[in-house]
């Protein structure tokens, strides 16, 4: 009997796999189609290379059941869902970059050149004695001499980073504001302007530094990684964080192992040496993030750039009302401005839920922190909130966040002697202690 090649066992597994639906275990296959095991499994380890894929556990036989998205979905393709939300951020991004490369430059401008023309008309008609006409020029003059006093209440800082404390008490990275000789105001100023219209900058953590801080912790845990710890890391959910598993699995060059008491390990052979990089590894309820804000300036730096823009705004609408002028000084600066304003108003409602969000998350981190304290026994909800410190207000919203980490954690829920619900997490915590 001639022996199967690679591509065979490939196709062979493929079609199998395609029949059961996305789910299989390596003796389902040999079961259907007669290959070995070792043939099975590294086929489905293939497969697991070129589609996407999570991997658990079978509970009734204890094998490493892969369970790849159904219709087969090719690693790297995208849903037509995530393709138009890719393509939003795309041109969003694309706006801010063209904004962003002349907000500061053009308000300064305009700014100078209305400056220049109100002098200008100031001087013509004080030339001209006609009081009649002066009243223009003294409301913007007026304006001119208001936009000064806010500006030079207008202050620009720089530092390092601090840490700060948040409403909810959690403790969260912030820029230090500390005022340094020889700073580059102008270029303070600009980067003010920017989160005056988009907000501030917040530091991003992308896909690249999760990978570093998993491979971290793989090196730190002798080469093993378990759905459990992903969560530990990430906050992830059950299914997430399978998924994730088989990702790093094939990043990472690992493979899938059950372990005596049903657990799903990643080896990760190359990990196992090395010097872990343990700075990288910070844990889900270390990682707060920084409110969200509107802009992030002070309260003298926002009115200074409202009142330039008010000025420009004001000035271009006087100009087009009372001479016939050029767009590039009437529409375009007014459009402009007007925009300038627009954008922040639309963000508020954002930011607000994004607020929200991240309040919820906060209460979520303070939960699993008191969950991985208890090491798996049973507690009560009144006991987790006060361990949480979960302030009265937020009780029902806790407890509405704990009804879904049992599901998303797969939690169990049992009663006391007096009919009291007990929460407990025995896979989470089983997963946690491996090493």
């Known amino acids: 009997m001639n022996r199967m090649n690679d591509e065979e066992v490939l196709a062979l597994v493929r079609k199998d796999v395609k029949t059961l639906k996305g789910q299989a275990t390596a003796k389902d296959l040999a079961a259907r189609s007669g290959i070995s095991i070792d043939s099975a499994a590294s086929g489905l380890e293939r497969m697991m290379e070129l589609f996407n894929c999570r991997v658990s556990v079978r509970q009734e036989t204890g094998e490493v059941l892969f369970r790849f998205d159904y219709p087969l979905r090719k690693r790297g393709t995208k849903t037509l869902r995530e393709k138009l939300h890719d393509l939003r951020a795309f041109l969003w991004k694309i706006f801010v970059i063209v904004y962003k490369a002349s ?19 100031m001087f013509s008609r004080g030339s001209d004695n006609d009081d009649r ?162 802009t992030g300036n002070g309260g003298g730096l926002n009115a200074g750039i409202a009142a330039m823009n008010v000025f420009n705004m004001a000035a271009a609408g006087y100009l087009l009302v009372n001479f016939d002028i050029h767009p590039l000084l009437g529409i375009v600066p007014l459009i402009y401005s007007i925009l300038f304003f627009l954008i922040p108003a639309a963000r508020i409602p954002l930011v607000k839920r994004r607020e929200q969000r991240r309040h919820r998350q906060n209460i979520r981190r303070k939960i699993f922190n008191v969950l991985l304290a208890v090491e798996g026994n049973p507690v009560s909800d009144a006991w987790i909130l006060q361990s949480a410190r979960i302030p009265d207000a937020d009780h029902q919203t806790a407890r509405d966040i704990l009804g879904e980490m049992v599901i998303e954690l797969q939690g169990d829920i049992t009663l006391d002697d007096q009919g009291r619900p007990l929460y407990t997490f025995p896979r989470l915590w089983r997963e946690l202690k491996v090493q």
Do not use: C, H
């Open 103 to 121: 907000i500061g430059i053009v308000l300064l401008t305009y700014f100078l050149i209305f400056v220049a023309i109100l002098i200008g008309a």
């Open 133 to 294: 006409d002066s009243g223009p020029s003294l409301l913007l003059g007026a304006m001119f001499r208001a936009l000064l006093e806010a500006f030079v209440w207008s202050r620009i800082y720089r530092g390092a980073t601090e840490f700060g404390i948040d409403s909810d008490g959690m403790r969260y990275r912030r820029p230090k504001q500390v005022k340094e000789k020889g700073e580059n105001k102008f270029a303070k100023f600009i980067k003010g302007v920017y989160a005056f219209v988009f907000g501030p900058e917040r530091p991003e953590f992308g896909e690249r530094d999760q990978a570093r801080e998993v491979a971290a912790f793989v090196q730190k845990n002798k080469g093993k990684l378990t759905s459990g710890q992903l969560i530990a890391l990430t906050g992830w959910t059950y299914d997430e964080a399978e998924e994730r598993l088989a990702d790093y699995l094939v990043k990472f060059k690992g493979s899938p192992e059950i372990e005596e008491n049903g657990t799903v390990v990643g080896e990760f052979p190359q990990l196992e040496d090395g010097q872990a990089d343990e700075s990288a590894i910070v844990y889900y309820q270390d990682e707060t993030e920084a409110p969200y804000e509107l």
